[in-house]
């Protein structure tokens, strides 16, 4: 594996723990901490700038892997069609051509994947989390005027509003799930044809290729 497809299985394992760690279940007053540090800091902002410009590479390497993968794959069905001049050497490069092409497709497509499912997560978590501080803020105010024999209905109905917020909040954060499975899927799919490539008979490996 060259140097840069290295460097995306790291990004991608980086992203993997982050995605763990951002749905791990913490207490609300560390998570809250993280969070506001995570999105005031200006290290942080530095750091998801030079994020954003790697993942413009990844990209660029998807796309490479891309075309690969369907010149391979026309090569491979006119051998097939070339029935007279089969040959096991070329028949074996092809094939392991074809498996560096696709794991490399897998590989840079899963890392902008879970990029995007970073995103969208840590900003749920932020919209979940600012909904509970003002929704704790008109409860606690609610109280007040409650005791002093003063509650006027348009608190009632702010508090309404946000407890409406806070459940769409949570019904999004439920799409972690979906996003998941959809993540197993294609780990799942990338062990099959490196199972396939494995048991292949007289696979040569071809580091030039990959």
Known sequence: MTIYYSLTFLLLAAE????????????????????????????VA????????????????????LQRMFR?????????????????????SIAARKFYAQRNMYLTGFCLFLSLVLTRTFYIILDLIHTQEEYAKLKKAASISYVSGIFPEDQSKQIEDLKKKLAESEARSRDFETLKKQAAQQATEYDRLATEFNKSNGLVSDKKAD
């Open 16 to 43: 993997m723990v982050t995605f763990c760690l951002l749905v791990f279940p913490l207490p609300y007053t560390i998570r809250k901490n993280v969070f506001r540090f995570l999105s005031e800091s200006p290290i």
């Open 46 to 65: 530095k750091v998801a700038y030079a994020l954003k410009i790697s993942f413009i590479f990844v990209g660029i390497l998807f796309m490479d892997a």
């Open 72 to 92: 391979v794959t026309a090569e491979a069905d006119m051998l097939k069609t070339n029935q007279g001049m089969q040959d096991v050497r070329t028949e074996s």
